[in-house]
């Protein structure tokens, strides 16, 4: 294809400088920037903002833009959106759905028992929702869109409810407001996992020209049958099933501040919090409205602490118990609550498993509902092992797996004669019960409130339940540090930084031992082969290192343990630093 400039750069040295850009392009980027912003299968923002790009001469965003094609990963894709094969973008959006009605396509039924459609609060989110469920309708496929918003594990739900044969989330989960994607859930609830991931990756791949996808337009499916709308009847199924998984009925006794930071679980947190009993509930007004911009947070994170900024204003002005936010899709859940200085205390993804783990456990054991010999309780391998202690005073098998929850609904899904008890990352995921596979932020807000309430009752606080577990199986102390490595030469450093810890690494800690480093890339116990890298030390001390699926992030996890809460805080930031100004010199 011949290299187009426009006229207005013809003369002078902007235009040398231009060609001598576009001569540093490979052929194939241009010719692919070129096609997108000039074919009429692509709409007219979408070739104008191509068309700006290559007048400008923006080598670099054109490059990053067009040098491979959106990943569709493990569990769907999730990208920047923007114009180009490596964005987020309807075109991007209907190579994955097709990619994906072409293999479920195979299965009996599929077209009959359709695919379950959700999605979030983020900018364009019902309309890849929609573009998806056209796509399908292509294909004869149906599909059981949500009306509005709705948390992902309703999703989950829904699939086992309905009896599904998948189920599609449009979601970036935590992201920041640029981001969005495209998540998958196979006919058993959970993210797709081995061979399914592989196999519509390969299908998805198969697809060369996005021009030939021909989505059937919207009202046309919906008026042949192709598309159902569905809302409040599956709602209130779905917060009937987490209603059952509450351990202690609760008293009215705790004042609980909520935000959902925008997104998808302001009505069904506060639905349930109300129908399990609790009528203190003081909602954050300005974040109470979903709103892809997300305009009053620097992301909308509940690990993040400025997340909680307002909230926390909230909690001091109600004097309140517990403070819990939510990320836009309502999978992840953070809290505060008050230490004993009556300031807010952020609880962290692990130390909120750790007090869950303890609780159900305790409560669980009680009642004597405990059967040894079935119980389960699964961590990742990134959770903290205080878990695996707890467990171990409980007489219940504690299970670690890959990091993801898809793994712990595989779990749940190969092992029907198994008693889950309970399952939680330490990225502040948590799930009772088998109603869903994948994390509820939902069903953990009422779990996290009920357990407030209980220990309240006790005049004991959540912060005092964390001292106390602590006393009983020592101090662990976590941290993830996320390094972001962006573009074509951020992919390449995380892939070097990776090969020198596996194949050359030289530990910065003089005064621990270095005792066993555990490769997953090779299968370890039986887990499927993962690039993640741990090191484990004679101290208790343990850092794993991983890439992110889903961002140009290479993510670090450290643990240790110690006697108290202060000497263990100060060993784990020296670690970091060391670890971290390692991992800065390769």
Request: glycine share 6%; net charge negative; with cysteine.
């Amino acid at each position: 294809m011949a290299l187009r400039v426009t006229t207005k750069h013809e003369n002078g040295c902007h235009f040398l400088k231009q060609c001598d850009i576009f001569r540093t392009m490979k052929k194939e980027i241009l010719d692919l920037a070129e096609k997108w912003a000039s074919d009429t299968c692509f709409d007219n923002d979408t070739r104008q903002e191509i068309r700006d790009l290559i007048d400008s001469g923006d080598h670099k965003e054109l490059n990053d833009r067009f040098y491979k094609s959106l990943d569709f990963g493990t569990g769907g894709l999730r990208g920047v959106m923007a114009a180009g094969l490596n964005r987020m973008n309807i075109y991007t959006l209907r190579r994955a759905a097709q990619g994906l009605a072409n293999y479920i396509i195979n299965y009996d039924n599929a077209r009959e028992r359709g695919v379950v459609i959700g999605y979030d609060s983020r900018n364009n989110s019902r309309r890849f929702a929609e573009e998806t469920a056209c796509v399908l309708a292509a294909n004869g496929i149906k599909s059981l869109l949500f009306q509005s918003p709705r948390p992902t594990p309703e999703v989950s739900f829904s699939i086992l409810h309905r009896n599904a044969i998948a189920g599609v989330v449009i979601t970036a989960s935590h992201n920041p407001p640029e981001y969005n994607g495209f998540k998958v859930f196979s006919s058993e609830g959970q993210q797709i996992t081995p061979p399914h991931d592989q196999n519509i990756i390969n299908k998805v791949n198969e697809i060369d020209d996005i021009s030939s996808i021909k989505p059937i337009p919207y009202n046309l499916a919906v008026d042949k049958g192709y598309i159902e709308i569905q809302g409040a009847e599956e709602d209130e199924a779905y917060l009937k099933e987490i209603s059952k998984q509450s351990i202690r009925k609760a008293e009215d006794n705790i004042k609980i501040v909520y935000s959902p930071l925008h997104g998808s679980g302001n009505i069904p947190v506060r639905t349930i919090l109300k129908k399990i009993g609790f009528s203190q509930v003081y909602i954050v007004k300005e974040q109470m409205e979903p709103d892809g911009d997300f305009p009053t947070v620097q992301s909308p994170n509940p690990e993040e602490s400025s997340s909680f900024e307002l909230a926390l204003e909230y909690g001091r002005l109600h004097n309140a118990d517990i403070i819990l936010a939510t990320d836009p899709d309502a999978d992840r859940i953070g809290a505060a609550v008050k230490d004993h200085k009556d300031e807010f205390y952020l609880l962290n993804g692990n130390q909120l498993g750790a007090l869950l783990t303890d609780y159900i456990l305790t409560a669980l054991s009680e009642r004597g509902r405990i059967d040894k010999s079935k119980a389960a309780v699964i961590k990742t391998i990134v959770t903290t092992d205080m878990i695996k202690d707890i467990c171990s005073c409980f007489e219940v098998e504690c299970i670690e797996l890959l990091t993801g929850f898809k793994y712990i609904g595989e779990w749940i899904n190969r092992n029907p004669d198994r008693d889950f008890l309970f399952g939680c990352e330490e990225s502040y995921g948590y799930l009772r019960g088998s109603y869903a596979r994948d994390k509820d932020a939902v069903l953990a807000a009422s779990l996290i409130c009920e357990m407030t309430s209980y220990y309240k009752a006790k005049d004991i606080t959540l912060y005092d339940g964390l001292m106390s577990i602590y006393k009983k199986y020592g101090c662990y102390m976590e941290s993830l540090v996320s390094l972001t490595k962006k573009g074509v030469e951020g992919a390449g450093k995380i892939r070097e930084i990776m090969e020198v810890l596996k194949n050359d690494f030289s530990t910065p800690f003089t005064e621990r031992e270095l005792t066993e480093t555990r490769d997953y890339n090779k299968g370890i116990a039986g887990l499927p082969k993962s690039s993640v890298l741990s090191f484990i030390f004679s101290d208790n001390t343990k850092i794993t290192v991983r890439p992110s699926g889903t961002e140009p992030k290479i993510k670090i996890y450290f643990s240790t343990k110690g006697k108290t809460f202060e000497q263990t805080t100060a060993a784990l930031r020296e670690i970091e630093k060391k670890f971290i100004d390692m991992i800065g010199g390769i």
